[in-house]
């Protein structure tokens, strides 16, 4: 048993990056040995003389989408909506402000009238079932009027709502950014590939439950929010052939790594995928795929840090979040890398 309380850290609010590195790859580096815990540090733009040859990166080439939206309650006063998933056609799960006022049956208008919706009910956790009327095609309307959404701990509004993308972004689905890719650059990732190691891509769109406090002191009680994902054959073939040629394979995010996880057998060998996982990584799991982890830092207490520490040891990654702070670190979504090998 572990108690959430276990992965508690003083979190400086000056360390919060409230917007992007001038450039990607001029991130901070912290790079730690998980067996030793032992931490040196570096720049971002340094990743591809880390690697081997052999090694495989695994991305998430999930795409934000434009999934909040402001508007008016029918009946008077401003609405706000986030879009987390569809679950029917025209009917999104979200999350609606101010909840108290917006409840079943409420009318919403965005756009000056352009898109309506309706919500149709509530889910047991609170969120919103929404069902939107609109004309044309659903993604040119959010094009139009809906919002990047942003983590609640950034108050700055973003300039460029592409450095809120990775450059690698595909598939658009995500409610959040995959942060840990944030830092690659299209040049960064060829110079991987000039050194040897494989590239390949899986797709998991990030929800904003990824945000969502564990509220239980025994971190078994947490309940793990669910997220789709897939994961192409081709994808498969590179992870499982890498693994039998003595490669590392390495995730770019805790979603990457979740993902692999999430359809690996006993032996680690990967099987092409498609669906939900609610895969709750914490210490004591038994890693059975990935070796080698690139992650952004995260918040005290968080379902993200309990993996990160799942998988380099507790005891090191608290640490090595201390070294960070004293080292001036920038935090979070739009802050400096770890490299955990």
Same mark, same amino acid.
């Given at each position: 048993?572990?108690?959430?309380?276990?992965?508690?850290?003083?979190?400086?609010?000056?360390?919060?990056?409230?917007?992007?590195?001038?450039?990607?790859?001029?991130?901070?580096?912290?790079?730690?040995?998980?067996?030793?815990?032992?931490?040196?540090?570096?720049?971002?733009?340094?990743?591809?003389?880390?690697?081997?040859?052999?090694?495989?990166?695994?991305?998430?080439?999930?795409?934000?989408?434009?999934?909040?939206?402001?508007?008016?309650?029918?009946?008077?006063?401003?609405?706000?909506?986030?879009?987390?998933?569809?679950?029917?056609?025209?009917?999104?799960?979200?999350?609606?402000?101010?909840?108290?006022?917006?409840?079943?049956?409420?009318?919403?208008?965005?756009? #000056?009238?352009?898109?309506?919706?309706?919500?149709?009910?509530?889910?047991?956790?609170?969120?919103?079932?929404?069902?939107?009327?609109?004309?044309?095609?659903?993604?040119?309307?959010?094009?139009?009027?809906?919002?990047?959404?942003?983590?609640?701990?950034?108050?700055?509004?973003?300039?460029?709502?592409?450095?809120?993308?990775?450059?690698?972004?595909?598939?658009?689905?995500?409610?959040?950014?995959?942060?840990?890719?944030?830092?690659?650059?299209?040049?960064?990732?060829?110079?991987?590939?000039?050194?040897?190691?494989?590239?390949?891509?899986?797709?998991?769109?990030?929800?904003?439950?990824?945000?969502?406090?564990?509220?239980?002191?025994?971190?078994?009680?947490?309940?793990?929010?669910?997220?789709?994902?897939?994961?192409?054959?081709?994808?498969?073939?590179?992870?499982?052939?890498?693994?039998?040629?003595?490669?590392?394979?390495?995730?770019?995010?805790?979603?990457?790594?979740?993902?692999?996880?999430?359809?690996?057998?006993?032996?680690?060998?990967?099987?092409?995928?498609?669906?939900?996982?609610?895969?709750?990584?914490?210490?004591?799991?038994?890693?059975?795929?990935?070796? #080698?982890?690139?992650?952004?830092?995260?918040?005290?207490?968080?379902?993200?840090?309990?993996?990160?520490?799942?998988?380099?040891?507790?005891?090191?990654?608290?640490?090595?979040?201390?070294?960070?702070?004293?080292?001036?670190?920038?935090?979070?979504?739009?802050?400096?890398?770890?490299?955990?090998?």
């Amino acid at each position: 048993m572990m108690k959430k309380s276990e992965f508690y850290y003083e979190l400086p609010a000056e360390l919060i990056a409230q917007s992007p590195a001038e450039r990607r790859e001029q991130s901070r580096l912290l790079c730690m040995d998980r067996r030793t815990g032992e931490t040196e540090h570096r720049r971002f733009f340094e990743l591809p003389g880390l690697l081997r040859e052999g090694d495989c990166l695994v991305l998430n080439d999930s795409r934000v989408f434009p999934a909040r939206l402001l508007g008016s309650r029918e009946s008077g006063g401003a609405a706000e909506v986030v879009l987390l998933r569809e679950t029917a056609a025209n009917t999104w799960e979200c999350l609606a402000r101010p909840g108290r006022k917006i409840r079943t049956g409420a009318r919403l208008v965005f756009g #000056g009238g352009k898109l309506t919706a309706v919500v149709t009910g509530e889910t047991d956790g609170g969120n919103r079932l929404i069902e939107f009327c609109y004309d044309g095609a659903f993604g040119d309307v959010l094009q139009r009027y809906g919002k990047t959404p942003l983590p609640p701990y950034i108050h700055e509004e973003l300039k460029d709502s592409e450095r809120y993308q990775t450059v690698y972004s595909r598939v658009s689905g995500s409610a959040a950014a995959p942060t840990a890719g944030l830092h690659f650059t299209n040049e960064l990732l060829e110079e991987v590939k000039t050194r040897g190691a494989e590239i390949c891509y899986i797709t998991l769109h990030v929800g904003l439950g990824t945000f969502r406090p564990v509220k239980t002191d025994k971190i078994e009680d947490h309940r793990m929010h669910a997220e789709y994902f897939t994961v192409p054959n081709e994808t498969a073939e590179k992870v499982n052939l890498a693994r039998a040629n003595g490669g590392r394979i390495i995730a770019v995010g805790t979603t990457s790594c979740r993902a692999l996880e999430a359809c690996s057998g006993k032996t680690g060998s990967v099987s092409e995928f498609s669906g939900f996982t609610d895969i709750f990584i914490y210490p004591g799991y038994e890693f059975r795929c990935v070796d #080698g982890l690139i992650t952004n830092f995260h918040l005290p207490e968080s379902t993200l840090i309990m993996l990160v520490s799942a998988f380099a040891g507790r005891e090191n990654v608290m640490r090595a979040y201390d070294e960070a702070i004293n080292e001036r670190y920038r935090l979070f979504s739009f802050g400096d890398a770890m490299l955990i090998l």
